[in-house]
């Protein structure tokens, strides 16, 4: 694993005029250069996670850390430029009037350089493929569009750590592969750690680690494998395990010899297929 | 439907009026409705239509986009036409028909006024038909700019603005949204007495509302999150740059103003 990139210490967190803690003493680490996903139902407090790591609620006690600096009033722009965010809803975080004017606002308010700007803004489209699209206007475009515009947007700013809260949750299957296939590829090419807030447990399966958010706590942590096991213990917590597990395990108890646990689809097809040629 | 209301307006084209800074076209537009009072007589207002004409060709703009933006103001340019007719009592008298008598006077106010109103519509449709509203919304905020000096919230004033403009396509779509969600519930937008049918905008407008809220703190969220911080230390993505093509547009301006001037009566 790679260097500790932000550690919360015992984060807790109460929404004004609420007695229950929204974050309840929570403590974990992100490392550089992994895919943690972080999935719950709602009101768990994954959301209100996210919203503590880019300083937009601060802590009520606890320390969040982030690249050893600790997430102050003072340090919170400094943050918020080292950690890039992708919200829920892909037409409420479209600032610009077009492709390359969005993706420039985080640019334009961090005071970069015009001529580096234009170099930037055309360099991040090209990751995300929508090079072709600078001067669309938002309601040209898909909602898998327009969130691999605002993750370009992100990407701009050259950030260390992307995290996406339920950035794919209002997209049809197309548009969330679409948006999954371009982070698994921008993480694939370079340091970039992706953290994915999430209920979609397909999503977190393509994870590195999971952690299970409960009532403002960290309920479990451990690799997608791992977690998966829990089988029952997740349906409890109001989470569905991926079609390919649990089709796997029912395999698994009518006497079907499946060795592995698989993650995905393709895995399953695999497997089922080398036993089928040994039969 | 929706691209025809909002971008309908601008006419993309490859022409020198569509290339000039929009500060230029936005004081070119300001200093020309200044100007065209300076006009009284035939040959001042003849050479205001040759400007007007001039712009036109220049604009290579299809004529039958200015007609449309002349459409709606046609009545009231007949109107104020008929008006002068009928009440300035200047001159001689050309045409008597019982109590109603048409002065010289009369007829020549009525066809320069009805003349202004039409040279300023075409000029400033012009405006809207060869500059993208961000542009417009650009060249002001650059323009504005000295007012700063004096706490007026220039910066805050054009990115308003262009939110707006980024959201009312988003909006549209909603509203179309809710009206079918609406309809589908029994509602009747379309028939029945005015006030049923003003009755049932009110089914619409709420869930708009609500909605409207709900989005602008989550952009204010996501604005925040990706750095805003008001207008101070920000930097400009999009550059205007002021050409000698703006200034020879300029220059024929004011060539206009001095010959209207000298040759006013």
Not at chain 1, 83 to 99: A, L, Y
Not at chain 2, 40 to 64: D, E, M, Q
Request: proline share 3%; charged share 25%; net charge negative.
């Amino acid at each position: 694993m790679g260097k500790k990139l932000v550690s919360l210490d015992h984060v807790v967190f109460n929404y004004e005029g609420s007695d229950s803690h929204a974050i309840n003493d929570v403590s974990f680490d992100i490392y550089e250069g992994e895919w943690l996903a972080i999935v719950g139902h709602n009101g768990s407090g994954k959301s209100t996670l996210a919203k503590l790591l880019n300083g937009l609620h601060f802590a009520s006690s606890g320390v969040i850390t982030i690249n050893g600096s600790e997430l102050t009033q003072a340090t919170v722009w400094e943050a918020r430029r080292k950690i890039g965010m992708v919200f829920q809803n892909p037409d409420n975080q479209f600032v610009g009037t077009t492709v390359e004017d969005d993706v420039a606002f985080g640019l334009e308010n961090n005071g970069i350089q015009q001529d580096i700007m234009a170099e930037r803004v055309k360099r991040a489209l090209m990751k995300v493929k929508m090079d072709a699209f600078l001067d669309q206007e938002p309601h040209h475009l898909s909602g898998g569009q327009k969130q691999r515009v605002a993750i370009a947007g992100v990407l701009a700013l050259q950030p260390d750590i992307i995290i996406l809260d339920e950035a794919t949750s209002m997209l049809d299957p197309r548009g969330r592969e679409e948006v999954l296939e371009t982070v698994r590829e921008l993480k694939e090419e370079n340091v970039l750690t992706v953290v994915s807030i999430t209920h979609d447990l397909e999503e977190a399966a393509k994870a590195d680690r999971i952690i299970v958010m409960n009532k403002g706590q960290v309920h479990r942590e451990g690799s997608p494998i791992e977690i998966f096991r829990l089988e029952d213990e997740l349906i409890e917590l109001g989470l569905d395990i991926p079609f390919s597990v649990k089709l796997s395990k029912a395999l698994q108890k009518t006497g079907l010899d499946l060795k592995n646990d698989h993650l995905t689809e393709e895995e399953l097809v695999k497997e089922l297929c080398e036993l089928h040629s040994k039969m | 439907m929706m691209d025809k209301m909002i971008f309908g307006r601008y006419v993309p084209a490859d022409s020198a009026i569509h290339k000039m800074d929009p500060r230029a076209k936005l004081m070119l537009v300001f200093l020309f409705v200044c100007t065209i009072f300076l006009a009284n007589n035939v040959v001042t207002y003849g050479l205001v239509a040759i400007f007007t004409i001039g712009l036109i060709i220049l604009s290579k703009i299809p004529p039958r986009f200015l007609y449309n933006g002349l459409k709606p103001v046609f009545l009231l340019i007949v109107f104020t036409f008929l008006l002068h007719i009928l009440f300035t009592k200047e001159g001689e008298v050309i045409f008597e028909f019982g109590i109603l008598n048409i002065y010289e006077g009369g007829l020549k106010q009525g066809a320069f006024i009805s003349l202004r109103f039409t040279f300023l519509i075409l000029v400033t449709s012009l405006l809207t038909l060869t500059t993208t509203p961000i542009s417009i919304t650009d060249g002001m905020e650059e323009l504005l700019n000295p007012f700063k000096k004096w706490k007026l919230p220039i910066h805050e004033l054009a990115l308003m603005m262009s939110i707006s403009l980024r959201f009312i396509p988003t909006l549209m779509e909603e509203t179309d949204k809710i009206m079918k969600a609406q309809a589908a519930r029994g509602v009747d937008f379309t028939s029945g007495p005015l006030k049923d049918r003003v009755k049932s905008i009110v089914p619409l407008l709420v869930p708009l509302f609500v909605s409207s809220f709900k989005r602008a703190e989550e952009l204010a969220t996501a604005m925040e999150s990706r750095g805003y911080r008001g207008g101070e230390g920000r930097t400009k993505y999009r550059q205007l740059s002021w050409n000698t093509r703006d200034n020879l547009l300029m220059a024929a301006l004011v060539v206009l103003a001095v010959l209207l001037f000298l040759l006013r009566s």
